[in-house]
C-alpha cells in the first residue's frame, strides 16, 4: 500500500507532472492531498490552478476562491481567479479581484496583464495602459511580444514578422513568439515553415495547448486529418474541458470515417456550452454523411433555435436536397436579412443561397434567379480565382504530357491496382457513381482525397531555379514515379477501414492530373463523369461549396472552366486512348443496367445485383448529393436549366462551341423540365 504524500511533496510532484505536460495527474496528486488536508492553501491554490489549465472553470474558481478564503494576502490564486474571471468575460468582477493581486504581488507580470485586458474591456483605456506599462517593466520581452502582436492583429504582417523574429534571435526558446510567428507564416502562405515553429514550441513545451491546437488546425487545414487528430488529442488530453479543442477534435475526426468518434467529441462540446452552434451544425452534417437525415434536421433545426441569424444553418437544411424549407423559413431568413445590417457576408452569401433553394422548390424560378444571382456575386468577391492561370497551366500540362512522353514512361510507377480515380466538374454525378461501385463487395468508397494533387504539388518544393509541376516532371526516373505511387497509396489507407481490395478517390478536380496518375499509378481506373454542358455548369452555379472550387460563382468563369475541362479530357483521350472510361450522366440515369455493366467491367468487377440497388447501401457520403443517392434512379434533374434558361445567355454563348458534341442529350426529359 502506497504511503500518502506529504504536503511538500505532494506539491513537488504535483508540479513535476504539470511540468511534464501531465496535468490530469498532478490534479489526482492535488485532489487526494485536499482530501486528506481541505485546508492546505498551497495544494487547493495549486488544484485550482490546474483545473484552470485544463479548462474546468467551474471547479476552478471554486478552489481558488476556497483558497483565498483560507489565505486573504496570497496573491497567486487571486491572480489565477482574476485570469479565470478575465477568460470568461466577467471583466468587472476581475478588476478588484487583480488590483488586490498586484497589489498583493507588484512583481507579477501575469496579474497586470490580465488586469490591463480587464480594464480594457470596460473602456478605461488610461487605467489599461498603465497595467500594461507595469507589465512590461517587469518584462521587457512582454513588450517587444505585445507591440509585434499589435502590428499581426491590425494585418502588418510584415512588421510583426521582422519582430517576432528579432524577439526569438535574442531568445530562441520563447514559445510564445513562436507560436505567433507561425500564425504569420500560415497566413501568408508558408504553412510548412509555420509547422516547423509550432512543433519547436511544442519541443521546447510538451503541454503548450495553444501550440498543440494551432497545429492541429494547420494540419487540419492541409487535410493530414491523421496527425491533426494525434495534436488535438493531445491537446485534449491536457485541457479537457475546452470546448474549442473538442470541435476542432471532431472535425479533423470526421473525414478519417470515424463517425461515431466524431459525433461524441461533438456532443461533448454541447455538455461544455450548450448553446454552441458549431457543435450542432457539426452535428447536422456528420449524420447527414451516414443518413440519418431525420437526427440531422433536428440538429440544424436547433441550431437556428439557437443562432437565427446564422445562415450556414438554413443552407444546410436547404442543401440536404430532398428536404424543402416552408414558407415560415423564407419569412424567417428574409427579415434576418432586412434587420440585421451588420451580419457577416459569409452568413449572408448562405442566406441567399438557401433563399433560392427555397423559393427554386415552391416554383418561383425567377426570384430563385434573383437570389442565386446576388449570392454568387457576393460569394465571388470572397474568392480568388484567375481564369488566365487555369488556361496556362492546362497548356503546360498538355505539352509536357505529350503522347512522346507518355510512350517513354510506359511501365513504370507503382503497380498496385487498388485505386479507382472518379473525375469531372462537380455536380455531375461523381458521387452517384461512388455510389454504385461502393455497394459492391470488393470496392470501398472513401471521400474527395486530396493527395494526387499533393503528388502534384509536391514537385513544386524547394526548387530554387523555378521549376514547377508539370515541369517538373521531365526531370523524374522511374524510382520517383513509384515512391509518388506508394505515397500517395499511403496517404489514402487513413481512410480506408474495410479491407476491401479496392477503393474509390472521388476527388472532381484531379481530372488535370490524369497524366501524373497514369504514370504513378498505371494499373489505377480512371472514370470521367460527364454532363450535359449547361446543366453541369448551372448546378455547380446553384450550388454554395465549402471550399475549393473558386471557378463557380459566375457564369462566364464556370462556362469557359467547363471548356478548358473538355480540352484536356479530349487530350488525355488522345494521348491515352482507351485509358479513362467516360459515363455520361444522362445515359446512367436512362439506361442504368447497361451503364453499370460497363461501368464494372472496366473495373474489372463480377456483376453484383446490388450495384443496382445502390440506394440500399449504408455508407458515409460527405458531398451535396448525400441524400439524392440514397434513392432510386430518377431523370427530373436532367436539364433543369431550362426553367432559368432565359438568364443563362452568358453562360450559353460561352459553351455554344461544344453543345453540338452533346446534342443527343438535349431532348431527354424536356417535358418534365
Known amino acids: 500500500m502506497t504511503e500518502p504524500l ?9 508540479i513535476s507532472l504539470i511540468n511534464a505536460g501531465n496535468a490530469g495527474a498532478a490534479l489526482a496528486v492535488c485532489e487526494a492531498a485536499v482530501e486528506r488536508d481541505p485546508n492546505d492553501v498551497t495544494i487547493l491554490a495549486l488544484m485550482g490552478a490546474t483545473l484552470l489549465k485544463m479548462g474546468r472553470t467551474g471547479k476552478a474558481e471554486k478552489a481558488l476562491r476556497q483558497a483565498i478564503e483560507l489565505a486573504p494576502s496570497f ?34 507580470e501575469q496579474g ?19 497595467a500594461f506599462e507595469a507589465a512590461f517593466e517587469i518584462n521587457p520581452t512582454r513588450k517587444r511580444l505585445a507591440l509585434a502582436a499589435d502590428h499581426h492583429r491590425a ?44 512543433r519547436r514550441a511544442i519541443e521546447l513545451a510538451p503541454d503548450f495547448v495553444h501550440a498543440l491546437v494551432d497545429l492541429g488546425q494547420l494540419l487540419n487545414d492541409q487535410h493530414r486529418v491523421l496527425e491533426a487528430s494525434e495534436m488535438l488529442q493531445r491537446a485534449v488530453a491536457i485541457e479537457p474541458d475546452r470546448p474549442r479543442i473538442h470541435h476542432l477534435l471532431a472535425s479533423a475526426l470526421t473525414p478519417l470515417g470515424r463517425t461515431e468518434e466524431a459525433l461524441q467529441e461533438y456532443r461533448r462540446v454541447l455538455e461544455l456550452r450548450p448553446d454552441h452552434a458549431g457543435a450542432l451544425l457539426g452535428i447536422g452534417h456528420t449524420l447527414k454523411t451516414i443518413g440519418q437525415q431525420e437526427e440531422a434536421v433536428e440538429a440544424y433545426r436547433n441550431c437556428i433555435r439557437i443562432r437565427p441569424d446564422n445562415g450556414e444553418s438554413y443552407w444546410s437544411l436547404a442543401n440536404l436536397k430532398t428536404y424543402k424549407l416552408t414558407r415560415q423559413d423564407i419569412e424567417d431568413m428574409q427579415a434576418t436579412l432586412r434587420q440585421s445590417v451588420e451580419i457577416p457576408e459569409e452568413s449572408r452569401v448562405n442566406f441567399l443561397f438557401a433563399l433560392a433553394k427555397a423559393s427554386e422548390d415552391q416554383g418561383d424560378f425567377e426570384a430563385a434567379w434573383n437570389y442565386y444571382a446576388e449570392g454568387n456575386a457576393r460569394q465571388r468577391e470572397l474568392e480568388h480565382y484567375d481564369a488566365v492561370q487555369t488556361e496556362v497551366m492546362n497548356d503546360d500540362i498538355i505539352e509536357v504530357f505529350n503522347a512522346e512522353f507518355l ?15 472518379v473525375i469531372g466538374l462537380p455536380r455531375s454525378g461523381s458521387t452517384l457513381l461512388e455510389q454504385i461501385l461502393a455497394s459492391h463487395s470488393m470496392v470501398e468508397g472513401t471521400a474527395e482525397l486530396p493527395y494526387m494533387g499533393r503528388v502534384a504539388a509536391s514537385l513544386n518544393h524547394n526548387r530554387a531555379d523555378g521549376v514547377n509541376f508539370p515541369f517538373a516532371v521531365r526531370e523524374l526516373g522511374a524510382a520517383h514515379f513509384t515512391t509518388m505511387g506508394e505515397s500517395y497509396l499511403k496517404k489514402a489507407e487513413l481512410h480506408r477501414s474495410a479491407g476491401k481490395p479496392r477503393f474509390i478517390d472521388k476527388m472532381p478536380n484531379n481530372f488535370p492530373n490524369v497524366g501524373l496518375m497514369h504514370l504513378v499509378l498505371p494499373n489505377a481506373k480512371i472514370i470521367d463523369a460527364r454532363r450535359y454542358p449547361i446543366d453541369s ?39 491515352l486512348p482507351g485509358r479513362i472510361l467516360t459515363v455520361q450522366y444522362e445515359d446512367m440515369v436512362t439506361d442504368t443496367e447497361r451503364q453499370v455493366r460497363r461501368l464494372l467491367e472496366y473495373c474489372e468487377l463480377p456483376w453484383e445485383d446490388a450495384c443496382l440497388r445502390f440506394y440500399e447501401t449504408d455508407r458515409p457520403v460527405r458531398t451535396a448529393s448525400s ?3 440514397r434513392k432510386p434512379m430518377y431523370t427530373s434533374s436532367v436539364h433543369h436549366w431550362r426553367n432559368f434558361e432565359q438568364h443563362l445567355g452568358p453562360l450559353i454563348d460561352v459553351l455554344e462551341p461544344i453543345l453540338p458534341r452533346y446534342a443527343q442529350y438535349e431532348d431527354i426529359n424536356r417535358s418534365e423540365a
Open 537 to 575: 455548369t448551372f448546378s455547380c452555379f446553384r450550388q454554395l461549396f465549402a471550399r475549393g472550387q473558386p471557378f463557380v460563382y459566375d457564369l462566364v468563369d464556370i462556362g469557359e472552366y467547363y471548356l478548358e475541362y473538355q480540352r484536356l479530357m479530349d487530350h488525355w483521350h488522345e494521348v
Open 407 to 421: 510512350e517513354q514512361q510506359s511501365g513504370l510507377g507503382c503497380p498496385d491496382p487498388s485505386p479507382i480515380f
Open 112 to 130: 497586470f496583464m490580465s488586469l490591463g485586458r480587464a480594464l480594457a474591456k470596460l473602456g478605461r483605456g488610461a487605467e489599461a495602459d498603465k
Open 155 to 198: 494585418g502588418r504582417l510584415d512588421e510583426a514578422e521582422k519582430l517576432y523574429r528579432a524577439l526569438l534571435k535574442d531568445s530562441p526558446s520563447n514559445v510564445d513568439a513562436l507560436r505567433l510567428l507561425s500564425g504569420v507564416l500560415a497566413r501568408t502562405n508558408r504553412e510548412d515553415e509555420a509547422e516547423v515553429m509550432l
Open 6 to 14: 506529504g504536503t511538500r511533496a505532494a506539491f513537488n510532484k504535483a
Open 75 to 108: 496573491a497567486k490564486p487571486k491572480e489565477d481567479l482574476g485570469y479565470l474571471l478575465v477568460q470568461s468575460g466577467r471583466y468587472g468582477e476581475a478588476v478588484p479581484v487583480l488590483e488586490d493581486s498586484t497589489r498583493l504581488d507588484p512583481k507579477s
Open 627 to 629: 441524400e439524392q443517392v
